[in-house]
C-alpha cells in the first residue's frame, strides 16, 4: 500500500524528467508522432476543463499544468527540428499537417501559420495576460475588504466559526491562484514568441540543408528546398500552435469568468438566448435586409424566422413558468400553514440582539462608513480576554417599530437596557472638573446615567480643548452593549460553552479533566461556580487553576457556592490586582457581632445554605451600609467590603439587592502582600 501510494505522488516527477530526457535521447519519428498526439489530447483536455469548471479554483493548479505543457511542447518543437533538419521526415502527423491541412501549397501553409501565430500572440495570449494581471491586482486589492465582510457576516451569526474559515481560506487562494495566473501569462506569450523563432530558424535551416545535399545526400534547387522545408516546418508549426491556442484560450476562459451555479453551456444560452426582446428585434432586422437588400435573401429570411419562433417559443415558456411558480408558491405557503411543524422556527431565541430604528442604519452600513459592526467583533475580542468567555453571536437589526434615533439591547429576548442617539452628533461629557460650559442639546449617557450634552462636529476640537470627554455614536452604543455583555454574562454561559472550554483545556490537561467530570462534578455544576465567578466580574480565563481547586475541593462539598469561594481564593492575585493597585487600600469591615449574627442565621436545606435574617435587623444592616458607603465615595474611593471567607457569601447575597455592584471580598482572597486599611465598619448597632 505504502509503494503504491510512493508511486502515485512520483508520477509528475517521473513525466518531467522524461520531458526533459527527450533533448538527450532523441526519439524517432513515430515516438514524436505518438508525443504530438498526446500534447493536442491533453491540451483539449485543459480548454474543456476550463470552459466547463464552474470556479477557477476548480483548477487551482492550472498556472503549473500549464508550465508543464509549455516545456513539453516546446521540447517537441526541438525534437521536430531536429528530426525536419536531420533526416527531411518528422513523423506522419507533422506531415498531415503540412500537406492535408494546407492542401500542400507553401503559401497557404505560411499565410494560415501567420495568422494562427497572430490571433494566439496578439488577440488571446495579449488579452489573457492583461486579464489575468487586472484580476491579480484587484483580488488583492479587495482581500481587506472581503476579510471585513467574513468578520461582519459571522459577529451577525449569517456563518459560523467553520463558514468564516472556509471563506478565509478562498480568499487566499484566490489570491494565490490570480497572483500565479499573471506569472504564467508570460510562459504562454513567450511560448508564442518562441513558436515564430522556431519557425523561421526552421525554414532557412531547412533551405541551407536541402540545397547544400547536407540532408539527403543529393542538393536540390531552392524552390524545392523551400517547398519541401517549409511545408514540412509550417506543419511543425502547426502542430504546435493548436495546443498553443487551445493553452491560451484555457487560461482566458479562466481568467474571466466569474464563479457559477451552473454550467457555462446553459448560462451562455441563457444570458445570450434569453431576452424574448432581443430575439424579435434581431430577427425583424434580419428578415428587413434579407427582404430589401440586395443580400442573400434565403439565409436572412430563415435566420431571422428563426429568432422570431424561438421568441415565441420563450415568452410561452416564461408564462408557463410564472403560473407553475405561482401555483407552487400558494400549494407550499397553504402547505406550511397546515403542517404541525411550522411554528418551531419561531422558537428560537437571540442571546444578544441589539435594534434599532432606520435612522442608525448608516453606523452599521459600511458602504456608508459605518463601523459598528467593527467595533461589535472587537467587543467579542475584549470580553474573551478580560473574562475568559465567549460571547454567543451578536446580531444586529433595524426595526421599524423604533423612532429613527432609538436603539435596545435585548438578552434573550427580553429588552434590558436602550438609548437614543443623534447620528450626526458627538456626546460631550464634563469629567468633573471642567468650569467652561459650551453649548448643545442636553441629554443623559446611556449606560451610566450621567449628564451630557449633544455637540456638533464643529464643536468637537473646542470641547476636547477644553476637557470633555467627546465620544462619537458608534463608540457610545459600543460601550453600552459591551457593559450589559459583561453584566449579563453569567446568564449568557451555557454547558455547551462550558463544555467547549474544558474541550480546550483537556487538549493540555487531559488528566485534570477526567478526574474531576464526570467523577466528581457534572458540566452543570461546573457552570454553576463559572457563572458565580462571572456574576461578580471575576475572570474564568485561568481555567485550569479553576478546575485544579475544584477537583480538590468537589469530593468534601457539592455545595456550588462553597466551591465558589474556594476557586475565589485560589484566585486572590488577580482579584488582589484588580481592586488593590496602590500603595493605600481602604476597605470597609464588618462588625465581629455582626459575622456572628449571619452565621447564626444561616439555615440549610436540601437546595444549599440560604439566610433568614429579621426585617429589623436586615434594614439596619442595609442603613449602617449605606453611611459607610456614602463616605468613602464622597473621598472619590471605591467602597470594598471585607469579611471573613465564611461569610461573604452570605453577605453579598443580602446586600445585592440594594448595591448589586457593591465589591465584598473575604480576607483569604486578598494576597499577602497587599496591604489594606480599615476606615469603616458594618454594625447593627
Do not use: C
Request: charged share 20%; proline share 4%; hydrophobic share 50%.
Amino acid at each position: 500500500m505504502t509503494f503504491r501510494l510512493k508511486l502515485k505522488e512520483s508520477v509528475i516527477g517521473v513525466i518531467i524528467l522524461g520531458i526533459i530526457s527527450l533533448i538527450i535521447i532523441q526519439p524517432s519519428a513515430d515516438v514524436l508522432d505518438v508525443l504530438i498526439i498526446i500534447n493536442l489530447f491533453v491540451s483539449m483536455m485543459i480548454m474543456l476543463n476550463a470552459l466547463y469548471s464552474n470556479d477557477a479554483l476548480d483548477m487551482s493548479l492550472f498556472p503549473t499544468i500549464l508550465l508543464i505543457t509549455t516545456a513539453f511542447r516546446l521540447i517537441l518543437n526541438l525534437v521536430s527540428t531536429r528530426l525536419i533538419l536531420q533526416d527531411g521526415d518528422p513523423g506522419v502527423v507533422v506531415n498531415t499537417f503540412g500537406t492535408f491541412v494546407t492542401g500542400g501549397n507553401m503559401v497557404v501553409g505560411i499565410i494560415m501559420f501567420i495568422i494562427i501565430v497572430i490571433v494566439n500572440f496578439m488577440v488571446i495570449t495579449k488579452g489573457s495576460e492583461r486579464v489575468a494581471e487586472v484580476t491579480a491586482r484587484f483580488t488583492l486589492d479587495a482581500m481587506p475588504g472581503k476579510q471585513m465582510a467574513i468578520d461582519a457576516d459571522l459577529n451577525t451569526g449569517l456563518i459560523d466559526e467553520e463558514g468564516a474559515k472556509e471563506r478565509r481560506k478562498k480568499i487566499q487562494d484566490e489570491a494565490n491562484f490570480y497572483g500565479a495566473m499573471d506569472g504564467a501569462s508570460k510562459f504562454v506569450k513567450g511560448d508564442a514568441i518562441a513558436g515564430i523563432l522556431i519557425t523561421f530558424i526552421n525554414i532557412i535551416g531547412g533551405v541551407t540543408i536541402g540545397a547544400l545535399g547536407l540532408g539527403t545526400g543529393e542538393p536540390l534547387t531552392i524552390m524545392e528546398a523551400l517547398q519541401k522545408y517549409a511545408l514540412l516546418t509550417v506543419g511543425d508549426g502547426l502542430v504546435s500552435q493548436i495546443p498553443a491556442i487551445m493553452i491560451s484560450l484555457a487560461m482566458g476562459l479562466l481568467v474571466t469568468k466569474a464563479n457559477l451555479d451552473s454550467d457555462v453551456s446553459t448560462l451562455m444560452v441563457r444570458q445570450l438566448f434569453g431576452n424574448s426582446l432581443v430575439l424579435y428585434i434581431g430577427g425583424f432586422v434580419l428578415v428587413v435586409l434579407g427582404a430589401v437588400t440586395p443580400l442573400p435573401t434565403g439565409p436572412f429570411l430563415i435566420s431571422g424566422l428563426v429568432s422570431i419562433i424561438y421568441a415565441t417559443y420563450l415568452d410561452r415558456q416564461k408564462q408557463l413558468v410564472a403560473i407553475k411558480t405561482e401555483i407552487t408558491a400558494e400549494d407550499s405557503e397553504a402547505e406550511e400553514i397546515r403542517r404541525p411543524e411550522n411554528v418551531v422556527s419561531l422558537l428560537s431565541v437571540d442571546q444578544i440582539l441589539l435594534i434599532f430604528g432606520y435612522g442608525l442604519i448608516p453606523l452599521v452600513d459600511a458602504s456608508q462608513g459605518g463601523d459598528l459592526l467593527d467595533r461589535v467583533v472587537m467587543i467579542r475580542r475584549q470580553v474573551a480576554l478580560e473574562l475568559g468567555a465567549v460571547v454567543p453571536v451578536i446580531r444586529l437589526r433595524d426595526d421599524i417599530k423604533l423612532s429613527p434615533n432609538e436603539y435596545r439591547i435585548l438578552i434573550k429576548g427580553i429588552e434590558v437596557a436602550g438609548g437614543d442617539i443623534m447620528f450626526d452628533h458627538y456626546m460631550a461629557m464634563n469629567p468633573g472638573y471642567v468650569e467652561e460650559e459650551i453649548d448643545g442639546i442636553e441629554t443623559v449617557e446611556p449606560f451610566m446615567g450621567l449628564p451630557a450634552l449633544w455637540i456638533s462636529e464643529s464643536q468637537r476640537e473646542r470641547a476636547e480643548a477644553l476637557g470633555y470627554t467627546v465620544v462619537d455614536p458608534p463608540a457610545i452604543i459600543a460601550t453600552h452593549l459591551t457593559e450589559v455583555i459583561r453584566g449579563h454574562l453569567h446568564e449568557l454561559l451555557t454547558r455547551q460553552d462550558v463544555q467547549s472550554l474544558i474541550n480546550h483545556v483537556k487538549e493540555a490537561h487531559p488528566v485534570l479533566v477526567d478526574e474531576l467530570i464526570p467523577k466528581l462534578l457534572t458540566i452543570g455544576d461546573v457552570q454553576k461556580v463559572l457563572a458565580n465567578l462571572l456574576h461578580e466580574g471575576l475572570s474564568i480565563r485561568d481555567l485550569v487553576t479553576i478546575l485544579e481547586t475544584l477537583a480538590d475541593y468537589a469530593a468534601m462539598t457539592r455545595d456550588m457556592d462553597m466551591l465558589t469561594e474556594y476557586v475565589r481564593q485560589a484566585l486572590r492575585r488577580s482579584i488582589s490586582q484588580r481592586y488593590f493597585d496602590s500603595d493605600s487600600n481602604t476597605v470597609i469591615t464588618l462588625d465581629p457581632e455582626l459575622e456572628q449574627k449571619i452565621m447564626s442565621s444561616v439555615q440549610q436545606s436540601e437546595q444549599g445554605s440560604y439566610l433568614a435574617l429579621d426585617p429589623g435587623t436586615t434594614q439596619k444592616i442595609f442603613d449602617n451600609l449605606n453611611s459607610e458607603v456614602v463616605k468613602l465615595t464622597s473621598m472619590g474611593l471605591q467602597p470594598i467590603i471585607l469579611t471573613s471567607p465564611i461569610v461573604r457569601v452570605y453577605f453579598k447575597k443580602l446586600v445585592e439587592q440594594v448595591a448589586p455592584d457593591l465589591v465584598v471580598l473575604s480576607y483569604n482572597e486578598i494576597d499577602s502582600k497587599v496591604e489594606v486599611q480599615a476606615i469603616g465598619m458594618v454594625s447593627i448597632a
